[in-house]
């Protein structure tokens, strides 16, 4: 392991972090229109994960002349899942779910490491715009937590 200073870390995380919200960008496209519930494909639209918000967010970041961010040359050395949308349906929204509050628990993790590394290394512009992406992410989460319970769950059932 080598011993890298927490601005290094900030810096690479942050690359590799924009790298994973531009390629998201059409995955959540994908399941928004494969969601057989209204209210699922309108969680899972930009304006419900304020997916072009955090894009800007971590622009911003990367335009306050800090730091210079390099393309990372592998996104958190796994492959994303794939998704096969097949006949809308209950069921397949509840595999769309779980797909969605796995990539977004990806993102929140990283951005839940990036916040307080921008807090102590005195970035603190930066810290309040990776704060409001948490927010956004912790909205994201609970609503679609709450489209299983309320939604999902319940035409399934009926």
Do not use: C
């Amino acid at each position: 392991m080598s011993d890298l200073s927490p601005q290094t870390i900030f810096v690479q995380h942050l690359a590799k972090l924009t790298a994973l919200e531009k390629k998201l960008g059409p995955m959540y496209h994908k399941l928004e229109k494969a969601a057989f519930a209204a209210e699922l494909a309108k969680a899972l639209s930009d304006e419900g994960t304020d997916h072009q918000a955090h894009l800007q967010r971590l622009l911003l970041i990367k335009q306050s002349g800090k730091f210079s961010l390099d393309a990372p040359k592998v996104v958190f050395g796994t492959e994303l899942p794939s998704f096969k949308a097949k006949k809308a349906s209950p069921t397949q929204d509840l595999e769309i779910i779980a797909l969605a509050l796995y990539l977004q628990g990806l993102k929140l993790s990283s951005y839940e490491l990036l916040h307080p590394l921008a807090s102590s290394l005195g970035l603190e512009q930066e810290a309040v715009l990776l704060e409001q992406t948490i927010n956004d992410h912790r909205n994201t989460n609970t609503w679609l937590r709450q489209l299983v319970q309320n939604v999902v769950v319940p035409i399934s059932l009926g």
